[in-house]
């Protein structure tokens, strides 16, 4: 057999298991975008249905014999260097869902459609002890599912999940990480909150009716890059992302009409998201080469177009105008320079979503820090408000009034996402490696931004992040993309940088 046969025999099977998977992915949209409240039981079996016929494609021994023939036919020669990289990353992901039984991947499908749903309806209650049994069910499936994969070496039960979201990444690690890098942002934080000349945020909250809200967040997708010909906006109750092909990528945002800010930075966030999907290849749906290298990675393009291009002084020169046309306030209301100074007011605060750069990491380590307390047992479900509200007081000092607004504002735990939050973190130490980067290579960005002109760094992270999909791994990735290792220091001197001249202080927290 040659390899070109192998390889097309492989291929066929992978895409097969893609159409799978996409149409549960669009059935998960619409559950949060337009499904009817009665429509719940039968999404639920569906999803659990498709989930288990994926997972079946998946460990069939024929596809591992395909995947095994080409391997040994691309050891041979006669492969690519893409190809063989492909065939590296799918033998580890076959590998590791050939460990899961198919039951318990058709019970986690269910039981997530379902309570993503009761979520949603506990939230807008403020009704923990409603979602409180789902939850439960949920932890006890994710340690069944740490269990069949098994821990690391070395490791623990988070990392056996982590896996799937940033392979290689393990907790001991990432606690090292936040013991660094917490101290230093709270540092940070004091010094800000401490300042007599605080940005005023007034702007952001000047009444927008939510019909200019949408228009206006629509043209800012638009000239970011997002192609509504090969997707779309709508609405959720948490913004989301779902990305099934390149060609059909749907982002949600959500809107308040006293808070500006809520709906855009939300729906650049998911810009961020929904770019990175468009960027992949086209014709490789199913293969690493159309697929995201990383959680790490699909957050770092997220946080960099939110943080870096949307809260940017140059962004908001070219973002201001259209704001007073969809809203029609007056440049006194709505001018470039109180709107970017809204954007850099530090602000210890409640919700993470909402938070501003200098505490949004403090918000992911206390998740973090709960959902390994959860997964070994220290942490009971009962107990996770109070645990909840008592870290926020103790990291960021605030106090938590209602569950709404503390442990039921996150959709991730409803949805199995159990190992998924540090990779927020990750992703803004990378947006600010690959934003250094692409300054030094492409020049005065700023200018370009002032002026609308976001296709420059587009091309850039097209040709550095996306076009490579998941054939290089997030460290090979940043590496030949920024020339370094992932690390706190493009990060942090990011914030002083932009957040320290705001606050009416120096590079070394002084006044100025």
Not at 400 to 414: A, E, K, T
């Amino acid at each position: 057999m040659t390899f070109d046969t192998a390889w097309a025999r492989l291929v066929a099977r992978l895409r097969e298991i893609h159409l799978l998977d996409a149409s549960s992915d669009l059935l998960a949209w619409d559950r949060e975008v337009g499904m009817p409240e009665q429509g719940l039981a039968q999404r639920a079996d569906a999803q659990a249905l498709l989930a288990r016929l994926s997972h079946e494609r998946s460990i069939d021994p024929a596809l591992d014999d395909d995947l095994t023939a080409s391997e040994e036919i691309a050891r041979a020669g006669g492969a690519t260097e893409v190809q063989r990289a492909s065939l590296r990353e799918l033998r580890r992901r076959i590998d590791r869902k050939r460990k899961l039984p198919s039951a318990l991947v058709a019970e986690c499908a269910f039981v997530e459609a379902n309570a993503q749903s009761h979520w949603a309806a506990a939230r807008a209650a403020n009704d923990f002890p409603a979602f409180r049994p789902w939850l439960e069910r949920l932890v006890g499936l994710a340690r069944a599912k740490a269990a069949a994969f098994g821990t690391p070496a070395g490791g623990e039960t988070w990392d056996a999940l982590a896996e799937d979201f940033e392979p290689g990444v393990r907790a001991r690690e990432l606690r090292a990480l936040f013991a660094d890098l917490v101290p230093r942002q709270t540092a940070l934080v004091r010094r800000c909150v401490a300042s007599p000349r605080r940005p005023d945020d007034s702007a952001r909250r000047v009444p927008v009716p939510i019909a200019a809200q949408e228009a206006f967040v629509n043209e800012v997708a638009r000239a970011l890059g997002f192609d509504f010909a090969r997707g779309r906006l709508d609405r959720s109750s948490h913004p989301f992302t779902s990305g099934t092909h390149a060609n059909d990528v749907r982002i949600t945002t959500r809107f308040h009409e006293c808070d500006l800010f809520d709906a855009l930075y939300s729906t650049i966030h998911e810009v961020g998201h929904g770019l990175y999907e468009q960027g992949l290849s086209v014709t490789a749906a199913g293969l690493p080469a159309g697929q995201a290298a990383s959680l790490g990675i699909h957050e770092s393009q997220s946080r960099l177009w939110e943080n870096h291009v949307g809260r940017s002084a140059a962004f908001w020169e070219w973002c201001a105008p259209r704001l007073r046309r969809h809203a029609g306030t007056s440049e006194r209301v709505h001018s470039a320079a109180a709107l970017a100074h809204a954007a850099w007011r530090v602000e210890p605060s409640l919700i993470r979503v909402d938070a501003d750069e200098a505490t949004y990491d403090l918000h992911v380590a206390i998740r973090f820090a709960i959902e390994q307390e959860l997964l070994d047992g220290s942490l009971s479900v009962a107990d996770l408000p109070g645990r909840w509200n008592a870290l926020y007081k103790e990291v960021l000092g605030v106090l938590v009034p209602d569950d709404r607004s503390g442990c039921l504002q996150d959709v991730h735990w409803s949805a199995g996402l159990f190992g998924y939050f540090p990779t927020y973190t990750l992703g803004n130490l990378a947006a600010a490696q690959w934003m250094a980067s692409a300054r030094a290579e492409l020049g005065d960005l700023d200018a370009a931004f002032a002026a609308g002109e976001f296709g420059p760094l587009l091309s850039w992270l097209r040709r550095r992040v996306h076009s490579p999909g998941a054939t290089l791994t997030p460290r090979e990735l940043l590496i030949a993309g920024t020339g370094r290792e992932l690390g706190t220091e493009a990060f942090l001197e990011h914030l002083q940088a932009q957040l320290l001249p705001a606050h009416g202080l120096d590079r070394d927290g002084r006044r100025e």
